[in-house]
Protein backbone atom coordinates (compact mmCIF):
# COMPACT_ATOMS: atom_id res chain seq x y z
CA UNK A 1 0.00 0.00 0.00
CA UNK A 2 1.38 3.72 -0.90
CA UNK A 3 0.03 6.60 0.11
CA UNK A 4 -0.85 8.66 -2.59
CA UNK A 5 -1.45 11.80 -0.62
CA UNK A 6 2.14 13.32 -1.06
CA UNK A 7 1.71 12.85 -5.35
CA UNK A 8 -2.14 14.36 -5.05
CA UNK A 9 -0.87 17.25 -2.91
CA UNK A 10 1.84 18.38 -5.50
CA UNK A 11 -0.56 18.22 -8.48
CA UNK A 12 -2.98 20.61 -6.16
CA UNK A 13 0.24 22.76 -5.17
CA UNK A 14 0.29 23.70 -8.99
CA UNK A 15 -3.06 25.14 -9.14
CA UNK A 16 -1.56 28.46 -8.23
CA UNK A 17 0.53 29.00 -10.87
CA UNK A 18 -1.87 27.87 -13.82
CA UNK A 19 -3.20 31.49 -14.90
CA UNK A 20 -6.27 31.12 -17.01
CA UNK A 21 -4.27 32.62 -19.95
CA UNK A 22 -2.14 29.74 -19.99
CA UNK A 23 -5.41 27.50 -20.25
CA UNK A 24 -4.86 26.89 -23.73
CA UNK A 25 -0.96 26.60 -23.76
CA UNK A 26 0.58 23.30 -25.05
CA UNK A 27 1.27 20.64 -22.77
CA UNK A 28 3.66 17.36 -23.06
CA UNK A 29 0.70 15.09 -23.98
CA UNK A 30 0.37 16.68 -27.76
CA UNK A 31 -3.39 16.14 -28.10
CA UNK A 32 -4.27 18.27 -24.43
CA UNK A 33 -3.57 21.57 -23.99
CA UNK A 34 -3.47 22.98 -20.21
CA UNK A 35 -7.30 23.05 -19.87
CA UNK A 36 -7.75 19.54 -20.90
CA UNK A 37 -5.21 18.54 -18.87
CA UNK A 38 -6.28 19.86 -15.60
CA UNK A 39 -10.07 18.24 -17.17
CA UNK A 40 -8.15 14.61 -18.03
CA UNK A 41 -6.73 15.42 -14.09
CA UNK A 42 -10.31 15.39 -12.53
CA UNK A 43 -11.29 12.69 -14.71
CA UNK A 44 -9.07 10.18 -13.92
CA UNK A 45 -9.11 11.74 -9.59
CA UNK A 46 -12.87 10.60 -9.94
CA UNK A 47 -12.33 7.14 -11.54
CA UNK A 48 -9.40 6.15 -9.77
CA UNK A 49 -11.76 7.18 -6.53
CA UNK A 50 -14.56 5.02 -7.36
CA UNK A 51 -11.83 2.21 -8.63
CA UNK A 52 -10.10 2.32 -4.76
CA UNK A 53 -13.67 3.13 -3.38
CA UNK A 54 -15.04 -0.16 -5.62
CA UNK A 55 -18.00 1.98 -6.56
CA UNK A 56 -18.51 0.42 -10.62
CA UNK A 57 -20.01 2.65 -12.91
CA UNK A 58 -20.01 4.91 -15.74
CA UNK A 59 -17.33 6.46 -14.06
CA UNK A 60 -14.28 3.53 -14.03
CA UNK A 61 -16.19 2.42 -17.53
CA UNK A 62 -15.31 5.35 -19.29
CA UNK A 63 -12.38 4.92 -22.02
CA UNK A 64 -10.28 8.08 -21.21
CA UNK A 65 -9.57 7.80 -24.58
CA UNK A 66 -13.27 8.55 -25.58
CA UNK A 67 -13.06 12.13 -26.51
CA UNK A 68 -11.15 15.39 -25.35
CA UNK A 69 -12.45 16.13 -22.01
CA UNK A 70 -14.11 19.11 -21.15
CA UNK A 71 -12.74 21.37 -18.40
CA UNK A 72 -15.31 22.67 -16.12
CA UNK A 73 -16.00 26.50 -15.03
CA UNK A 74 -15.32 25.08 -11.02
CA UNK A 75 -11.82 23.31 -11.73
CA UNK A 76 -10.41 25.29 -9.04
CA UNK A 77 -12.32 23.98 -6.28
CA UNK A 78 -13.10 20.92 -7.75
CA UNK A 79 -9.63 19.24 -9.12
CA UNK A 80 -7.98 19.47 -5.00
CA UNK A 81 -11.15 18.17 -3.84
CA UNK A 82 -11.32 15.13 -6.24
CA UNK A 83 -7.67 14.91 -5.42
CA UNK A 84 -8.35 14.48 -1.87
CA UNK A 85 -10.97 12.06 -2.52
CA UNK A 86 -8.43 9.95 -4.85
CA UNK A 87 -6.17 9.77 -1.81
CA UNK A 88 -8.57 9.31 0.67
CA UNK A 89 -9.76 6.24 -1.18
CA UNK A 90 -6.44 4.40 -1.58
CA UNK A 91 -5.84 4.74 1.99
CA UNK A 92 -8.53 2.00 2.47
CA UNK A 93 -6.56 -1.52 2.39
CA UNK A 94 -9.56 -2.75 0.83
CA UNK A 95 -8.75 -0.88 -1.99
CA UNK A 96 -5.81 -2.80 -2.39
CA UNK A 97 -7.24 -5.93 -2.44
CA UNK A 98 -9.29 -7.95 -4.71
CA UNK A 99 -10.54 -6.24 -8.37
CA UNK A 100 -11.56 -3.55 -9.70
CA UNK A 101 -12.09 -1.19 -12.64
CA UNK A 102 -10.71 1.88 -14.35
CA UNK A 103 -11.00 2.85 -17.87
CA UNK A 104 -13.12 -0.08 -18.67
CA UNK A 105 -10.24 -2.14 -18.09
CA UNK A 106 -10.43 -4.79 -14.89
CA UNK A 107 -7.37 -4.50 -12.99
CA UNK A 108 -6.43 -6.06 -9.28
CA UNK A 109 -6.38 -3.38 -6.89
CA UNK A 110 -2.84 -3.33 -6.62
CA UNK A 111 -2.11 -2.55 -9.35
CA UNK A 112 -5.19 0.12 -10.41
CA UNK A 113 -3.48 1.81 -6.88
CA UNK A 114 -0.30 2.16 -9.12
CA UNK A 115 -1.44 3.18 -11.98
CA UNK A 116 -3.39 5.98 -10.26
CA UNK A 117 -0.29 7.35 -8.19
CA UNK A 118 2.05 6.79 -12.17
CA UNK A 119 -1.55 9.25 -13.61
CA UNK A 120 -1.31 11.38 -11.34
CA UNK A 121 2.77 11.95 -10.82
CA UNK A 122 3.24 12.18 -14.83
CA UNK A 123 0.45 14.55 -15.30
CA UNK A 124 1.31 16.93 -12.63
CA UNK A 125 4.74 16.78 -14.26
CA UNK A 126 3.08 17.53 -18.02
CA UNK A 127 1.09 20.38 -15.64
CA UNK A 128 4.41 21.63 -13.83
CA UNK A 129 6.42 21.74 -17.90
CA UNK A 130 3.38 23.59 -19.87
CA UNK A 131 2.79 26.25 -17.16
CA UNK A 132 6.46 27.09 -16.24
CA UNK A 133 6.82 25.53 -12.58
CA UNK A 134 9.15 23.36 -10.36
CA UNK A 135 8.03 19.82 -9.84
CA UNK A 136 9.67 17.58 -7.19
CA UNK A 137 7.33 14.65 -6.40
CA UNK A 138 8.06 12.59 -3.21
CA UNK A 139 10.90 10.05 -3.81
CA UNK A 140 8.39 7.07 -2.54
CA UNK A 141 5.88 8.08 -5.33
CA UNK A 142 8.91 7.98 -8.10
CA UNK A 143 10.37 4.78 -6.92
CA UNK A 144 6.95 3.35 -7.51
CA UNK A 145 6.29 4.60 -10.92
CA UNK A 146 9.81 3.83 -11.78
CA UNK A 147 9.21 0.25 -10.56
CA UNK A 148 5.51 0.15 -12.64
CA UNK A 149 7.25 1.73 -15.91
CA UNK A 150 10.53 -0.05 -16.07
CA UNK A 151 10.78 -2.71 -18.89
CA UNK A 152 11.52 -6.54 -17.27
CA UNK A 153 13.44 -9.07 -18.40
CA UNK A 154 10.90 -10.68 -20.08
CA UNK A 155 9.91 -7.45 -21.63
CA UNK A 156 12.34 -5.30 -22.59
CA UNK A 157 10.82 -3.83 -25.44
CA UNK A 158 7.73 -2.95 -23.16
CA UNK A 159 5.53 0.17 -24.72
CA UNK A 160 4.46 2.30 -21.53
CA UNK A 161 0.67 3.36 -20.70
CA UNK A 162 2.00 6.83 -22.28
CA UNK A 163 3.62 5.77 -25.34
CA UNK A 164 7.20 4.27 -26.26
CA UNK A 165 10.04 5.00 -23.67
CA UNK A 166 12.21 7.82 -24.51
CA UNK A 167 15.95 7.15 -23.30
CA UNK A 168 17.14 9.33 -20.72
CA UNK A 169 20.87 8.30 -19.22
CA UNK A 170 20.98 5.60 -16.23
CA UNK A 171 22.62 8.19 -14.23
CA UNK A 172 19.70 10.52 -15.07
CA UNK A 173 17.83 11.99 -11.26
CA UNK A 174 15.31 9.47 -10.98
CA UNK A 175 12.50 12.18 -12.32
CA UNK A 176 13.70 12.38 -15.48
CA UNK A 177 13.96 8.40 -15.83
CA UNK A 178 10.52 7.95 -14.53
CA UNK A 179 9.51 10.75 -17.62
CA UNK A 180 11.18 9.29 -20.08
CA UNK A 181 9.85 5.53 -19.02
CA UNK A 182 6.16 7.71 -19.32
CA UNK A 183 7.36 8.48 -23.18
CA UNK A 184 8.24 12.31 -22.69
CA UNK A 185 11.17 14.14 -23.48
CA UNK A 186 12.14 15.38 -19.85
CA UNK A 187 13.62 18.60 -21.41
CA UNK A 188 10.64 19.54 -22.95
CA UNK A 189 9.27 23.25 -22.44
CA UNK A 190 6.47 24.81 -24.64
CA UNK A 191 7.58 25.95 -27.83
CA UNK A 192 10.29 23.19 -28.17
Known amino acids: MLDLGPATRRVAKLL???????????????????????AHLVGLAVAFRDAGRKDLGPTTDTDPQAGLPVLGHDWRTALPRRLDELAAAWRAPEAWEGATRAGGVTLPGEVAGMVALNEV???????????????????????ASYALLAPTADDPDQRGPFGPPVPV?????????????SGRRPDWRPGR
Request: net charge negative; aromatic share 6%; charged share 30%.
Open 121 to 143: LIHGWDLARATGQEYAPDQASLE
Open 16 to 38: DGVADDRLDAPTPCPEYAVRELL
Open 169 to 181: PDDAPLLDRVIGL
